[in-house]
């Protein structure tokens, strides 16, 4: 199964700790996007990036949340300093092409389930 | 502000009838429109989508109907059946927003054997 892979799969950390969220693409896609969805809210864009770049990062938190996609390796969203609020299910979609055409699909992973205390 | 709204939280259907789900948006530049379905514990998947110079699109039990001057978009499930008790979430792109999607809420769909 070539699908998107993320893990963990669940997350618990106490306040002030750090979460490291890793998602894999699809095999061949280099497109990643990062989503939250917040209880009872739908899926909120947070962050597109391509290898070694990121190209939108609009709806990322300006502090504590960074995101990277190495040349190697899988994409990590990162929450420093983690608050209640940041209690989440993050969804990572990759895609084959740039969401340019618009006809291009992206694909979800299974999704890390945050819980802080 | 909610550009895409799904103003339905939940359906609840009949093994065999009809399932209509609604959608409403309010950024006219939104040019292209997709549902996902997506069952707990998963990540949503792709199910149907449309552009804005297609009013209709089909796909096996699965249509979507876009009325741009309503700015209202519905999926239609016929016949529904069990295996389709999901989340489906309404999105919508833009070419001047590369195309990622603003989702919708999400409508709980139940369909009774």
């Known amino acids: 199964n070539a699908g998107v892979m993320q893990n963990p799969r669940h997350l618990v950390r106490r306040r002030g700790q750090e979460a490291r969220l890793r998602c894999s693409p699809m095999?061949?896609?280099?497109?990643v996007y990062w989503y939250r969805q917040l209880p009872e809210e739908g899926l909120k864009f947070m962050v597109y990036?391509?290898?070694?770049?990121?190209?939108?990062e609009s709806g990322m938190p300006k502090e504590r949340f960074s995101a990277e996609f190495p040349k190697e390796g899988p994409s990590i969203l990162r929450i420093q300093q983690v608050v209640r609020g940041d209690s989440a299910a993050y969804f990572c979609?990759?895609?084959?092409?740039?969401?340019?055409?618009?006809?291009?699909?992206?694909?979800f992973g299974p999704g890390t389930r945050l819980t802080v205390l | 502000d909610q550009q895409v709204k799904q103003n339905s939280p939940s359906l609840s259907v009949q093994e065999g009838r009809i399932s209509i789900l609604n959608c409403d948006y309010t950024?006219?530049?939104?040019?292209?429109f997709l549902w996902y379905k997506k069952y707990p514990a998963e990540g949503p998947t792709f199910l149907i989508s449309?552009?804005?110079?297609?009013d209709k699109n089909e796909d096996g039990r699965f249509t979507v109907f876009l009325n741009k001057s309503a700015k209202h978009l519905s999926l239609h499930i016929v016949p529904s059946q069990p295996g389709d008790s999901a989340v489906y979430f309404c999105?919508?792109?833009?070419?001047?927003?590369?195309?990622?999607?603003?989702f919708g809420r999400g409508t709980s769909l139940i369909v009774h054997p």
């Open positions: 979609a990759s895609s084959l092409t740039r969401q340019g055409s618009g006809t291009d699909t992206q694909y």
């Open positions: 095999k061949g896609h280099s497109h």
């Open positions: 990036l391509q290898k070694e770049n990121i190209i939108d």
């Open positions: 950024n006219s530049m939104f040019d292209y």
């Open positions: 449309i552009s804005s110079i297609k």
């Open positions: 999105a919508a792109s833009a070419a001047g927003g590369s195309y990622i999607p603003t």
